[in-house]
């Protein structure tokens, strides 16, 4: 699995394309977040900044890129060629994933570290990390999958939408309006119940039931993000 | 009957969906042997690679690799080489790293040097897989496949787009390889190189196997060709030749030595000279275009 994961970090770093999409762009947007969180702190709050910072860097940096990066290999049949070895399927994909996932929680680590240091620390630190590492672990999974259906990277700037946008959109809706009205179904949504999570444990006040409560959707929400990448990922072309 | 087969397939069948690619195939590769699997396009030779090769479970039937399910990678990669039919490496890694990333999934022991050096790469070393002809990914494909020796090696159309030094280079590597007992599987469409190499050709043609023998086996089975033209007004030829076009002739014979010397001692007695005269040995060719043609033998789908 390393050998494929070094392999992958060199191609990462020696193709600008991905660099700019799995690093500058979510750079730009986070850095963006950040100088204006007092607008945006005012339309939610602080906590609401954290989490929409975690999704932007979750889905561009980690979903988007895995599609990306998995659709690619498997369109130039590399998928097929370390098929060819002695290497698991678990190991071929683990080696895959593994340097776009460390660069994403490095850049969350540094991107959220550094809001907390202009913004302000958040108020139950382990339970916002459980919050994140959950959307990135259903992030990664939803990558996975969605790479299922993505033929080619090119192909992948169309089937990445509406996962990357929806999935920011619900936790501006969650993060912005609240649970007050619809809360069930603002819960049950991809990222709904994480997005609550964070702003409740970045802003304070969250009840350890409360937290507990919607720890399950967020559970549930990976658990159903890594059935449908074993159901959905595809190793082969289409003929 | 294969007594000890490297590979041992029975009653292989592979289907999509309704449509049946390969059936009720069976064929054994022996030790050592280099082994052609031919066939017309759509004939399922690629399927049955597939699942020989571990890419595809098989349908119904089974398939023994190295006395092992094709698809137990710890039990037969290790063991296993294969050159694919398309090259599927990383544009962005040298040709160093592909070789020592391929050769190190592979469990095989060997130097990425060593077989560069093999195939010709070694001032390539250092430049990135995008930036190589067709030619040299084929060749570096090639170098992955016989990294650490294996005892068993698949080779998928390995010449195509290789130049005629490069071929010729491939195919030495590929007799020293024989020479140490390595087994090889084969497919190719250039019959040339399967006449001249393979101990036994397996021939499809409609998801089954319709031929297998030695090269020599398989010629024997359909006649010699004589082909001659003759002046106008010349005398009718001895009665076994059959009239073609513009004056034109042909003699199919499975006694080529005897027909021809037949056809030389007319053409002396009758004072004619015999334009164009070619006598021709049955090769590979004509026995894979006698399956696509034989009325018995299914139509290609």
């Known amino acids: ?239 | 009957m294969a007594t000890n087969p490297v590979i041992d397939v029975d009653r292989l069948g592979v289907t999509y969906g309704t449509f049946q690619a390969v059936q009720d195939l069976s064929f054994q590769v022996e030790r050592g042997e280099l082994y052609a699997l031919l066939g017309t396009n759509g004939a399922g030779k690629t399927s049955t690679l597939e699942v020989v090769e571990g890419h595809r479970t098989a349908t119904t039937g089974s398939v023994r690799v190295l006395g092992a399910a094709p698809t137990d990678r710890r039990a037969v990669r290790p063991r296993t080489g294969t050159m694919l039919q398309e090259s599927g490496f990383a544009p962005e890694l040298t040709v160093a790293e592909t070789v020592r990333l391929i050769g190190r999934l592979s469990g095989r022991e060997d130097s990425a040097e060593r077989v560069l050096g093999l195939v010709g790469l070694t001032r390539k070393a250092e430049t990135r897989v995008a930036q190589l002809s067709g030619g040299e990914k084929r060749r570096l494909d090639f170098a992955t496949a016989v990294y650490g020796r294996p005892e068993l090696l698949f080779l998928d159309e390995p010449t195509t787009g290789l130049d005629i030094r490069s071929r010729d280079a491939l195919w030495e590597t590929v007799e020293q390889l024989r020479a140490d007992g390595t087994t090889i599987v084969l497919t190719t469409h250039y019959l040339e190189e399967a006449q001249q190499h393979a101990d036994r050709v397996g021939l499809m043609h409609g998801g089954t196997l319709q031929r297998e023998g030695t090269v020599a086996e398989l010629t024997r089975s359909l006649p010699a060709s004589i082909r001659f033209s003759l002046p106008p007004g010349a005398a009718t030829p001895p009665r076994q030749a059959v009239p073609l076009e513009d004056r034109s002739w042909a003699i199919e014979t499975f006694e080529l030595q005897r027909d021809l010397k037949q056809l030389l001692d007319w053409a002396a007695a009758s004072k004619v000279e015999l334009d164009g005269l070619s006598a021709a040995p049955t090769r590979l060719d004509d026995v894979f275009r006698a399956v696509g043609t034989d009325p018995a033998v299914p139509a290609p789908r």
């Open chain 1, 1 to 239: 699995m390393l050998p494929i994961a070094k392999s992958e970090l060199v191609q990462v770093l020696r193709d600008r394309a991905v660099l700019i999409t799995s690093l500058l762009m979510p750079l730009a947007a986070s850095a963006f977040f950040i100088g204006f969180r007092d607008v945006f702190a005012g339309i939610g709050s602080l906590g609401y900044v954290a989490a929409v910072l975690v999704f932007t860097i979750a889905a561009f940096s980690l979903y988007v890129t895995t599609v990306t990066t998995l659709a690619g290999r498997r369109q130039s049949l590399f998928l097929k060629r370390l098929r060819s070895t002695a290497a698991g399927d678990a190991a071929i994909l683990t080696g895959l994933v593994l340097p776009v996932t460390v660069i994403a929680l490095v850049q969350v680590a540094v991107i959220v570290t550094t809001f907390a240091v202009v913004g302000g620390t958040p108020a139950d630190v382990l339970l916002f990390v459980v919050a994140a590492v959950a959307t990135f672990a259903m992030m990664l999974a939803l990558g996975i999958g969605t790479a299922g259906v993505t033929t080619s990277p090119e192909h992948a700037q169309v089937t990445t939408l509406p996962l990357s946008l929806g999935t920011i959109a619900v936790a501006s809706w969650v993060g912005i309006t609240g649970t007050q009205d619809l809360a069930e179904l603002k819960r049950i949504m991809p990222g709904g119940a994480a997005t609550e999570l964070m702003v409740g444990a970045w802003n304070g006040g969250l009840a350890l039931g409360d937290a507990l409560l919607l720890l399950v959707p967020t559970a549930a929400w990976v658990v159903v993000a890594i059935t449908i990448a074993a159901k959905m990922f595809r190793w082969e072309p289409r003929r």
